[in-house]
């Protein structure tokens, strides 16, 4: 079965970059039938998918509209992992973090990363 | 961008009780509707997929219905683990897009 385990760090200051990871074990990352989801959480938004990468002859990356100028979700395929890149983060984007498998619904999640945005 | 709106914001019911919650979109998502199930402190957890299949280990007292617009999640004779806030979230093929719905509460009364 599929799991994935989250890592990175829970501070991040203003301006700078959230960097998360998500290493996956009972499939790949490369699998053609798989997709690899960032979504995040936050009291005053509720959840919101953030975007996904998912290979299929090549690879694919989409990204919410309201996300697409500051987001990069990467694969890793040596590690067999992925990545989220949000670039000059600011007090709002204070969230539990999530990765999470699928390509019309997400199951499963990862345990969730709260990060804090403040200096 | 399509919206989903649940209702009630909170249902407070015993156990044994039936539990009916609802989501409405802002426009057509045909059957393309998922449930969540949150515990304090968890991710969510699929429960349903596709407006009524439910999803792997599931239990049988969970069920969905509904297309178009508006859907329904019901819940049968309610475990006190049952108790945790329940989401829909619906998907566009084009462009690529995911939403959740605001949540409902469910809680011991």
């Known amino acids: 079965q599929v799991q994935l385990q989250q890592s990175g760090p829970g501070l991040v200051t203003p301006s700078q970059t959230l960097s998360l990871t998500c290493a996956i074990s009972?499939?790949?990352?490369?699998?053609?039938?798989?997709?690899w989801n960032w979504i995040r959480q936050s009291p005053s938004r509720g959840l919101e998918w953030l975007g996904r990468t998912y290979y299929r002859s090549r690879w694919y990356n989409e990204y919410a509209a309201f996300m697409k100028s500051r987001i990069t979700i990467n694969p890793d395929i040596s590690k067999n992992q992925f990545s989220l890149q949000l670039d000059s983060v600011t007090p709002e984007d204070t969230a539990v973090y999530y990765c999470?498998?699928?390509?019309?619904?997400?199951?499963?999640w990862g345990q969730g990363t709260l990060v804090t945005v403040s200096s | 961008e399509i919206v989903l709106t649940q209702s009630p914001a909170t249902l407070s019911l015993s156990p044994g009780e039936r539990a009916t919650l609802s989501c409405r979109a802002s426009?057509?998502?045909?059957?393309?509707l998922a449930w969540y199930q949150q515990k304090p402190g968890q991710a969510p957890r699929l429960l349903i997929y596709?407006?009524?299949t439910r999803a792997t280990g599931i239990p049988a007292r969970f069920s969905g219905s509904g297309s178009g617009t508006d859907f329904t999640l019901t819940i049968t004779s309610l475990e006190p683990e049952d108790f945790a806030v329940y989401y829909c979230q619906q998907r566009s093929s084009w462009p690529p897009e995911y939403t959740f719905g605001q949540g409902t509460k469910l809680e011991i009364k």
């Open positions: 999470a498998s699928g390509e019309r619904t997400f199951d499963p």
């Open positions: 426009q057509s998502v045909s059957t393309y």
């Open positions: 009972g499939d790949s990352v490369s699998s053609d039938s798989a997709a």
């Open positions: 596709d407006a009524s």
